[in-house]
């Protein structure tokens, strides 16, 4: 199933383009009923392909314990348009309280997991848990993106990359090099 | 020891804020007598302080020998006018070969570890392998930053953040908005 939003299928062999840069990302999860999103900057690649993402998910959230039990959850990539929500996002608790309503965040159904897609980012990737060997010392989860969605209007996304403390350097000039490597 | 080039030592404190925005990274080691440099996008916070930082290194090089026997290496960050370097350095093995002088970068003694730190990249973490459960499987290491170094004439470094064969994107304006999260 295809996002309602105007997004195209992106491969799985071209992810870790999308994240490689360090984005700062909105994390959705779904569990017993209701969804829920989190501000997220600590994710690293493991694998091309299929793309493996190390991702740290504080252990006293929402977030946590539907991550751990659903072994799902979408990584959105939003830009610089939408940091009011990413700090918001980042600054409140999802406990009894409705993040996309509160923030205008648009959840869609996703293809292949629970959790929703952001509809205002202009990438989402669907993951599933595969590794849960570091969970209880760093509270890292091994992803596996599984389907992934890219807005092909967005060609060179302002995304955001934090600092600290609400501090976000945005994605600025492209360079090109020749090089071999990925 | 402070390095001879014009850094300022930089609390463990504050590391996080300059690897969450995901920049391109040339990871240094030292090992039987030489030095090599890599270049390295594949990393995390996983701590804030000590500063923990999960980082991939291929299994196929020196790096990867040297980081698993000395359990030492640096992390130098680059910005934008060192682009060739990096792309270089990523693109040639350092098995009979001198990237230092080939790249015409200069390595400076560390202070905690025998790899160099690299004069002409803003800021240098020096950091000690601390877990290695997760290296067999996805060559990832996890390392403790016991000493960081930064150029405080580099407000708003032009770091590289990457998106595959020799494209990268520049960190451009900064946002600063009121958040309470680190």
Redesign the interface.
């Known amino acids: 199933m295809k996002p309602a939003s105007n997004k195209r299928e992106w491969p799985l062999s071209?992810v870790?383009?999308l994240l490689?840069?360090?984005?700062v990302l909105l994390l959705t999860t779904a569990h017993q009923g209701r969804a829920n999103v989190m501000?997220q900057?600590?994710?690293?690649?493991?694998?091309f392909e299929p793309p493996?993402v190390?991702?740290?998910v504080s252990g006293l959230g929402f977030s946590f314990t539907a991550l751990r039990l659903t072994k799902q959850c979408v990584l959105n990539i939003p830009t610089?348009e939408l940091?009011?929500q990413v700090?918001g996002c980042?600054?409140v608790s999802g406990a009894g309280f409705d993040k996309f309503s509160e923030f205008g965040l648009t959840p869609e159904p996703a293809s292949q997991v629970a959790a929703p897609l952001i509809q205002q980012c202009y990438a989402n990737l669907e993951c599933r848990v595969v590794?849960t060997?570091?969970k209880n010392?760093?509270n890292?989860f091994?992803l596996e993106v599984v389907k992934a969605w890219v807005d092909p209007a967005c060609k060179?996304p302002?995304?955001?990359?934090?600092?600290?403390?609400?501090?976000?350097?945005?994605?600025?000039?492209?360079?090109?090099?020749?090089?071999?490597?990925?």
Not at 41 to 47: D, F, G, P
Not at 158 to 182: K, Q
């Open positions: 071209k870790y383009g490689e840069p360090g984005p501000t900057s600590w994710h690293t690649l493991l694998e493996l190390g991702c740290v610089a940091a009011t700090v980042g600054n590794d060997r570091l010392r760093y890292f091994v060179a302002r995304t955001l990359h934090h600092c600290g403390y609400g501090v976000f350097r945005v994605a600025g000039e492209t360079l090109t090099l020749p090089s071999r490597m990925p």
